[in-house]
């Protein structure tokens, strides 16, 4: 069997499609838990693992292989940034 060319292209725009999809399901679910956390306890988690110990979610979302959550506690603003 011959090695075909076209392999790369097709698992490379998949682990791209995967990854964008990660990115937006996850910052969508912890924005809207720490607007939760925020309207419950009056203010915004200190950090991102204070939404773990206090049981609005189970555990941190995992980030596409070399990204990390950004987190700001002064406005509760959550974003994906490369690391």
Same mark, same amino acid.
């Given at each position: 069997?011959? =090695?075909?060319?076209? =392999?790369d292209g097709y698992l490379g725009a998949l682990a791209k499609a995967q990854q964008a999809a990660v990115k937006t399901i996850d910052l969508s679910a912890l924005k809207n838990?720490? /607007?939760l956390f925020?309207? /419950?306890? =009056?203010?915004?988690p200190k950090d991102l693992n204070e939404l773990v110990t206090q049981r609005y979610i189970p555990k941190l979302p995992i980030t596409p292989v070399g990204m990390k959550l950004a987190y700001n506690a002064t406005n509760g603003e959550v974003s994906m940034m490369k690391q």
């Open positions: 069997m011959a =090695g075909g060319g076209g =392999g838990n720490i /607007q925020n309207a /419950q306890e =009056g203010r915004f």
